[in-house]
């Protein structure tokens, strides 16, 4: 009922209009006006635009957020409608309304319409004096059209709690231009100054097309005025329509690597991986499971995901049939410790295709118990690559870490041992047994990040073991889709280095992390300093001097030289291992620096 006198209302106001602008116009353009002829033509428009404007609904607008678009459609129903009323009266009354008359009425009728309705959204969007002293003020980095559309949505109602003040953009054409009314206020070197001028309390960075390097740069020099940074989704969201305020993220990590996307050869990929069966193991863990995710969309003949943990393996499989309910998938409850298990399953389903991604890689937590580091981290990849050869399978692709160059840990040295067994097994094998090597990634389960953010969400503090502490970091799907890329490249036992950028200082890490987080390092949350742990060292290396490293078909995938092994000597250790592993463990660490000379005990 409501809405039934609102449209009553709005429809005498246009009909007043209509008549107001009839007899105005004759009052102007003619010396003595009939008023029986203004009568009648008065009588016509209102009946013809009247119906213009209820066919395209101007009725059933809500004018408070009237924009372009709204200009249009009245622009449409009142030229529509004057011209057909022009007409219509020329067929009733026998002759032409003077033309400069007809004109004059359209061109009022459009000016006091469009007006009524745009006086009436400023009126409802125009903000009280305390509100506008309490809105959070926000600075939008980039006037393009992704920083117009995210600001064009932010003027309305429905963020009244919030203010864009302007735009940061380095075009020198936009300088001193407005968007929307708000002005451009200067290039990315002005921002700290604007940030403290303004009073900013939030940084929005909205240039989704800019390369990754540019928008780590951006980052830095935001992070560094102390406010809040958020960024727009990835320049493919914005292409498919899909950005909007809701999907503005805080910046993470990630962003500040500032490594440009990964570009792969997906054909060079398929011809390995589609219509074939493959097994991963560890599917269950950070790069297990994003293994799968990738590995799905190439779509195998059968997926088996392998893992010890009920949990994962549970959370992956319901994941991947929701993404993909036809793909063909088995999920696998095994401990690759367990071989005669290990060949149950190479026997029944014969993969073609392995990835290996099942191992022990807390360095700490294996410096402590060596013995289950040697059971799962070599033994358990023997007993995985002796089936892969024993059934015939195409290729078997190891995950490996930057902590078996010159290891000074555990958990490094069995990944080593693990790396010497596969490179040797290839040499006798029709199966092509690679590794690839990579470091740390940020995100999965047992590093920093979450154990960082973790301390800062309790208020701190954050922990670090040595301010001079750096670590190789890669995301972890730019680390899985050079995994995957890698093993296209596999001729057999080579080792695959990933490149992982510039070493990031692990400090450095947590202060970006904390500032990320809306917080202060050192004022807000302390840093403390706990020192290395058992088995660490201050800086990893992805190649050993021993090790070559050649270029691939690939920028950011290099092959290092493997190093002659002694077959029968492998084995002879192999067997001391199981020795030692029988009679309880002891002196184990012993028999890993026989198999790995480099090896340096952290005890």
């Known amino acids: 009922m409501v809405i039934k006198r609102r449209v009553l209302f709005l429809f005498f106001i246009d009909l007043f209009i209509i008549w107001l602008s009839v007899g105005g116009s004759y ?3 003619s010396d003595g006006p009939g008023w029986s002829e203004v009568l009648q033509y008065g009588l016509i428009f209102s009946i013809f635009c009247g119906g213009s404007l209820l066919y395209f609904r101007m009725y059933n607008r809500i004018w408070q957020y009237a924009s372009v678009g709204e200009l249009v459609a009245i622009f449409k129903a009142v030229t529509l409608g004057g011209i057909a ?48 002293d309490t809105r959070r003020k926000i600075l939008m980095i980039g006037a393009g059209d992704c920083g117009a559309l995210i600001t064009k949505e932010m003027l309305g109602p429905e963020f009244s709690d919030q203010k864009v003040i ?58 560094g005025t102390g406010v809040k940074v958020k960024i727009i989704p990835a320049l493919n969201d914005y292409i498919h329509g899909r950005v909007s305020v809701r999907a503005i993220r805080d910046v993470s990590v990630e962003d500040l690597l500032g490594r440009d996307p990964v570009v792969i050869d997906l054909e060079g990929i398929a011809n390995y991986v589609s219509d074939k069966v493959l097994l991963i193991t560890g599917a269950g863990g950070s790069i297990g499971s994003e293994l799968c995710r990738q590995i799905a969309s190439f779509k195998p003949e059968k997926l088996l995901l392998l893992g010890h943990g009920e ?43 392995i990835f290996h991604a099942a191992a022990h890689k807390h360095v700490p937590l294996m410096e402590r118990n060596p013995a289950e580091a040697v059971k799962n981290n070599v033994f358990g990849t023997k007993n995985v690559a002796d089936c892969a050869d024993k059934y015939g399978a195409e290729k078997f692709v190891m995950i490996s870490s930057d902590k078996a160059v010159n290891p000074t840990s555990v958990m490094g040295a069995t990944k080593r041992i693990a790396e010497m067994y596969v490179q040797s097994l290839d040499a006798c094998s029709a199966t092509k047994f690679v590794a690839v090597r990579f470091g740390n ?49 596999a001729k057999g036992g080579e080792i695959f280095v990933l490149d992982m950028g510039a070493p990031v200082k692990i400090l450095d890490l947590a202060e970006d992390l904390i500032r990320l ?87």
């Open 27 to 29: 009052f102007f353009h």
């Open 85 to 132: 009323s022009y007409g219509i009266a020329a067929i009733v009354m026998g002759t032409w309304m003077p033309f400069l008359t007809a004109v004059t009425t359209l061109e009022t009728m459009l000016l006091l319409m469009g007006g009524s309705r745009f006086i009436w959204r400023l009126l409802r969007v125009k903000p009280s004096s305390k509100a506008e």
């Open 166 to 223: 302007g735009f940061v953009d380095d075009d020198p054409k936009k300088q001193g231009m407005h968007v929307y009314g708000l002005p451009v206020l200067g290039d990315r070197s002005q921002i700290e100054a604007i940030v403290s001028k303004y009073a900013v309390d939030d940084i929005i960075i909205a240039i989704p097309s800019a390369p990754q390097h540019e928008i780590a740069e951006m980052i830095t020099i935001c992070k």
């Open 311 to 353: 949990n994962s393996i549970y959370n992956i499989e319901m994941e991947l049939r929701r993404l993909d309910p036809s793909l063909n998938m088995e999920t696998i409850i095994a401990d690759i410790q367990d071989r005669p298990r290990i060949n149950d399953i190479f026997r029944k389903y014969k993969p073609q295709v």
């Open 441 to 489: 990634v940020l995100g999965s389960r047992g590093s920093v990040i979450p154990r960082f953010k973790e301390q800062i969400s309790i208020g701190g503090p954050v922990t670090v073991t040595h301010p001079e502490m750096v670590r190789f970091f890669m995301t972890i799907p730019e680390a899985v889709q050079l995994v995957i890329q890698a093993g296209s490249f």
């Open 517 to 603: 987080s809306g917080y202060e390092p050192y004022s807000e949350i302390a840093i403390e300093f706990s020192g290395i742990r058992e088995g660490e060292k201050l800086f990893e290396e992805l190649l050993s001097d021993e090790e070559v490293s050649n270029a691939t078909q690939h920028e950011r995938i290099y092959i290092g030289k493997p190093v002659n092994i002694d077959r029968s000597e492998l084995e002879l250790e192999f067997k001391r291992l199981e020795k030692v592993l029988a009679e309880g463990g002891g002196g184990i660490r012993d028999v890993i620096g026989k198999l790995v000379p480099l090896h340096r005990s952290a005890s």
